[in-house]
């Protein structure tokens, strides 16, 4: 059993009004980013965010009940656009050669469509022709050449849109094709990789699970993980590694704290990740300082670039949380999925070549559908019945997370666990 999804499930239940009308005054007072999706990690004890993503693929891997939750959403929220947006362009990721994001590229473009609204795919890499593939599902996905006229983005074929959303996290730049351009773009490109940063973050949201915990009389810690930044470090050239050896010893000397205080034996690690960037790239764990001192010349070159050859020169430290979740005998994380800050699915990731304690965006991963509460006990096709799998207290989580992302900008309070 879950203390913490027992706990969290209770409180829902018992002040699903309260829990909701606070929410609700978040949302309202700093909207959120058209979608997000946000990596959860279980341990029994704790249920925390460690990757909240404001350009998610894995839209494909959503159940049919979700992807209609995904319309009804970004429908109200084109709706309370005016005036209302008729036409759509998504800004895809420069790698369509992944057949996988490519059916996620023709999902989302499905339930835009379903929106009443004509929708296009633009590239930020076509120079003269559009590029016509065919996902992982067989569809065609077709992505057309981009222009500009003044401040003004269409695409070569004259399409015009009225809103852009990005699927492209920015990793290596602000694009210059969508710089000061007229038509919204949502999310907006300054929240890319390239400026963004994790450990504000996550600072931002321990100050909502801070308040949110206060308001229902439990301790934060247990949706949130200790972190601590550090840059600039060098991993080749093994220069600025004792800054991160000495941001090791004090996250685990915290949670060793939180540990004895709630009654935990087990010993603590933690992860070091690139403080910007995702797929799993620039991710390393250990159990202590020392361990940094024998890197060998692999393991720092792994540290050393991410995504798009950028080069990893700041990392954040941060508890690591073994998960409890296993499905199909592997070990896995829950991944959830929100429109205008709404949860409307999910599913899980799962490795069969990773352990509870590891980062299990790496090889070996998939990807298993979320019988979430509109679909389980019912025969549903490739829908597993998983253990803890507790859609609304997920929900809850992944939307704190959700709302500290639109608060990264305004990350000037005490946020007590970052150290």
């Known amino acids: ?67 209609k939750r995904a319309v009804t959403m970004m429908r109200d929220r084109f709706d309370a656009i005016q005036p209302r947006p008729k036409r759509i362009l998504i800004i895809p990721e420069n790698h369509t050669r992944n057949l996988f994001y490519l059916e996620n590229l023709a999902i989302l473009s499905n339930l835009i469509a379903q929106c009443d609204a004509e929708v296009r795919i633009g590239s930020l890499t076509a120079i003269e022709e559009p590029l016509s593939s065919q996902s992982s599902g067989g569809k065609t996905v077709i992505q057309y050449p981009l222009t500009r006229e003044g401040n003004i983005l269409k695409t070569r074929d004259g399409f015009t849109p009225d809103v852009i959303i990005l699927n492209n996290d920015c990793t290596s730049g602000a694009p210059e094709v969508l710089q000061h351009i007229h038509q919204p773009v949502d999310p907006p490109y300054s929240m890319g990789w390239y400026t963004r940063r994790k450990s504000e973050h996550f600072r931002a949201y321990y100050a909502l699970a801070r308040e949110f915990a206060g308001e229902l009389g439990f301790d934060p810690w247990l949706i949130s993980a200790v972190s601590h930044r550090c840059g ?17 010893e004090k996250v685990l ?133 998983i253990p803890n799998c507790n859609f609304s207290v997920f929900g809850i989580v992944a939307t704190l997370a959700t709302l500290a992302a639109r608060n990264e900008m305004y990350s000037s309070l005490d946020f007590g666990f970052s150290i």
């Open 253 to 385: 000397h915290a949670v060793r704290n939180k540990y004895e205080e709630h009654g935990i034996k087990d010993a603590p690690y933690v992860f070091i990740k690139a403080d910007s960037g995702t797929y799993g790239m620039g991710i390393m764990t250990v159990k202590s300082a020392e361990e940094l001192q024998e890197l060998n010349k692999k393991a720092r070159n792994k540290m050393d670039v991410i995504k798009e050859g950028t080069q990893n020169t700041e990392v954040i430290v941060q508890e690591g949380i073994p998960t409890i979740d296993v499905v199909e005998g592997s070990p896995a994380e829950a991944m959830m999925y929100l429109v205008d800050g709404i949860p409307v699915g999910g599913a899980y990731r799962i490795n069969t070549e990773r352990d509870a304690f590891s980062n299990l965006n790496a090889t070996g991963m998939r990807f298993v559908g979320m019988c979430d509460e509109d679909e389980c006990g019912k025969e549903v096709k490739e829908k597993v019945k």
């Open 1 to 67: 059993m879950s203390e913490i999804i027992n706990r969290l499930d209770t409180l829902l239940k018992n002040r699903r009004t309260d829990i909701e009308s606070w929410l609700h005054a978040k949302r309202t007072a700093k909207p959120p980013f058209f979608y997000s999706s946000v990596d959860l990690r279980h341990s029994g004890r704790k249920l925390v965010p460690v990757d909240t993503n404001l350009f998610p693929a894995g839209f494909n891997n959503l159940s049919e009940a979700a992807r």
């Open 232 to 248: 600039i470090v060098n991993f080749r050239e093994q220069k600025g590694i004792e800054c991160v050896m000495l941001g090791v």
